[in-house]
């Protein structure tokens, strides 16, 4: 029996959240991975906590909900090298709401702010936490290599069924866009997204967003010392340039939207971004669902299981922890097998 019980594969913020959590248990784990911090497409996100970007799975309120209450923890709780904090988030829709939003009911200090700005017809606002993922990402690997002991293996993975001949019991599919081949998944299917980080815009103390259309996302996250302007929500493109044409048109996006709150935004605010950066969602389309995630225990054999947590899409942050959390449940079910 190898040291290493459980296998995670991949090290993005899907599969080092569940790794933590195994280890948090008291199971030794050993992550596999292609990729690493800085080079994962966790790495690209935004990243700000976005329930409203969830649907197609009856668990997704759980797994955000947990989530949540995690990330609020980690802002409060832990000094800031997480990169976690609270901040502020502002979504804009196009026409007034029937209801509120599903969420509403368990994050802080939610409101329908009743503020009408021009191309919009409504608003709320509520307190979330967002990411700095240049900082999270390698304290979740810290967190899972320094404090826990985990170990990262690096290297490609062809097939998932190697670790067992390592001797793990249990493999946790965390591989993303990579269970396509790996387990021969065809809903998954890449979803570009490009992004822009800046120079810190005067003024803007609030995260806003813009309800989403298409191809399109628009937002504008500010951190300590760089502005997130976003995005794109591409279908079957799968190089990860950015691309020019786009990321102008998300400056001017964003530049409208900031314009509409009452923000300044001159006209070359965003004329010398700090870095461009484009990434490949996992998304995992079934009928209406791009977040159609794939959470659970298959059995291949007597004493070997794979728990699959993978498809995550636009959320994979959003609902890193709930979903580790329930992955963690379902080891611990075929372990006790």
């Not at 800085?38 to 759980?62: E, K, L, M, W, Y």
């Not at 249990?170 to 997204?193: F, Q």
Request: net charge negative.
């Amino acid at each position: 029996m190898s040291t290493h019980e459980i296998a995670v594969v991949g090290a993005g913020v899907v599969g080092l959240s569940c790794a933590i959590r195994l280890r948090e248990r008291g199971h030794s784990v050993a992550i596999y991975a292609e990729k690493q911090t800085p080079n994962t497409t966790s790495d690209r996100a935004g990243a700000v906590f976005s329930p409203f970007r969830i649907d197609g799975h009856p668990a997704a309120a759980r797994w955000t909900q947990a989530s949540y209450r995690t990330f609020v923890e980690l802002a409060e709780q832990s000094d800031a090298s997480c990169g976690v904090s609270l901040t502020t988030l502002r979504e804009l829709f196009f026409a007034p709401l029937e209801q509120h939003p599903w969420w509403s009911e368990f994050v802080q200090d939610y409101e329908r702010s009743g503020e009408l700005f021009p191309r919009y017809g409504d608003s709320v606002r509520a307190v979330v936490p967002k990411m700095d993922m240049r900082r999270y990402m390698p304290w979740l690997t810290r967190r899972f290599v320094e404090s826990l002991g985990g170990r990262i293996v690096p290297g490609e993975l062809v097939r998932l069924d190697a670790l067992f001949d390592l001797g793990h019991r249990v493999i946790v599919n965390c591989s993303g866009l990579g269970a396509g081949e790996l387990v021969m998944d065809r809903a998954m299917r890449p979803r570009r997204g490009q992004l822009l980080h800046v120079a810190p815009i005067a003024g803007l103390d609030e995260c806003i967003v813009e309800e989403s259309r298409g191809a399109t996302a628009t937002y504008v996250f500010p951190f300590e010392d760089y502005t997130v302007l976003g995005g794109t929500y591409e279908l079957d493109a799968w190089c990860e340039m950015p691309q020019e044409a786009d990321l102008a048109a998300i400056v001017e996006r964003c530049r409208a939207m900031l314009v509409a709150c009452g923000y300044q935004a001159p006209a070359d605010f965003a004329e010398r971004p700090l870095r461009t950066l484009a990434g490949l969602r996992p998304s995992r389309c079934v009928g209406d669902s791009d977040e159609a995630v794939r959470l659970e225990c298959e059995r291949l054999g007597d004493h070997r299981w794979i728990v699959h947590n993978y498809g995550h899409g636009r959320a994979g942050v959003t609902l890193s922890w709930g979903c580790a959390d329930q992955a963690a449940d379902l080891v611990e079910e075929a372990l006790g097998r």
